[in-house]
């Protein structure tokens, strides 16, 4: 069967710092990886997405990135984090016409 | 483009009693239907989906949802709702061809009292 697993589970970084949140899928191969935003009480921001190796579009423009150096590898990053990118991050996989699969999240706190 | 709406941003209702959640979608092509639930700090779990056939869809946990194409909504219900219900629910759309992304709503807290 396939998994997803994301981590960190938290993360509490200070203002400028760098970040790295990494998600990996076990159990299928060429998924659609995603990573989602989602604001306090608020509803799922996409932020990227990629349908196969070192291809990423991005959704919205921020100082996140993006990266898929495996097939089933798929992390986000930053060079100086800002308040405004607190939130609850969630990767998540697809294939064909199947429904998004979820990890179950990062939250992060810039501080 | 694709967008999805949420009706109601919070539902309270009493333990047993009946439970709708409203969602209408926009859409230009065919897509498919989805409704997930979000328990506290976790990702967000597959409840059903329509992709096509019959409109009325059974899901986990006793929900089910009803495609109406005319009405462009796919509302989720539940007969008898329990304390372990509450969580936050999200409608969501993909298109048919060529979707990569999937469209969600900004969600509904449902809040079961006992």
């Known amino acids: 069967s396939q998994t997803i697993h994301q981590w960190p589970a938290t993360l509490v970084q200070p203002v400028g710092s760098p970040l790295s949140l990494e998600c990996t899928v076990e159990?299928?191969?060429?998924?659609?990886l995603y990573w989602y935003r989602q604001a306090a009480g608020r509803g799922l921001q996409l932020l990227f997405y990629?349908?196969?190796?070192?291809?990423i579009s991005s959704e919205v423009p921020q100082n996140l990135s993006a990266s898929r150096p495996q097939d089933r590898q798929f992390i986000l990053s930053s060079k100086k984090l800002l308040l405004s990118d607190s939130g609850f991050y969630l990767c998540?996989?697809?294939?064909?016409?199947?429904?998004?699969?979820f990890g179950n999240g990062t939250r992060l706190t810039v501080t | 483009a694709q967008s999805v709406t949420q009706l109601d941003s919070q539902v309270p209702v009493f333990e047993e009693a009946p439970v709708e959640l409203r969602c209408n979608y926009s859409?230009?092509?065919?897509?498919?239907l989805f409704w997930y639930v979000q328990y506290p700090n976790q990702g967000l779990q597959l409840l059903l989906k329509?992709?096509?056939?019959?409109?009325l869809v059974k899901g986990i946990n006793g929900f089910e949802a009803e495609f109406n194409k005319s009405q462009t909504s796919f509302h989720l219900r539940k007969p008898s709702v329990h304390i372990s219900d509450t969580a936050e629910y999200f409608c969501?759309?993909?298109?048919?061809?060529?979707?990569?992304?999937?469209?969600f709503g900004a969600g509904t807290r449902l809040f079961v009292k006992a």
């Open positions: 329509y992709l096509s056939g019959s409109t």
């Open positions: 859409s230009s092509v065919s897509v498919y």
């Open positions: 969501a759309v993909k298109k048919v061809t060529g979707g990569f992304k999937t469209i």
């Open positions: 990629s349908v196969g190796i070192g291809q």
């Open positions: 998540a996989w697809e294939r064909d016409t199947s429904p998004l699969h």
């Open positions: 159990g299928t191969s060429n998924p659609n």
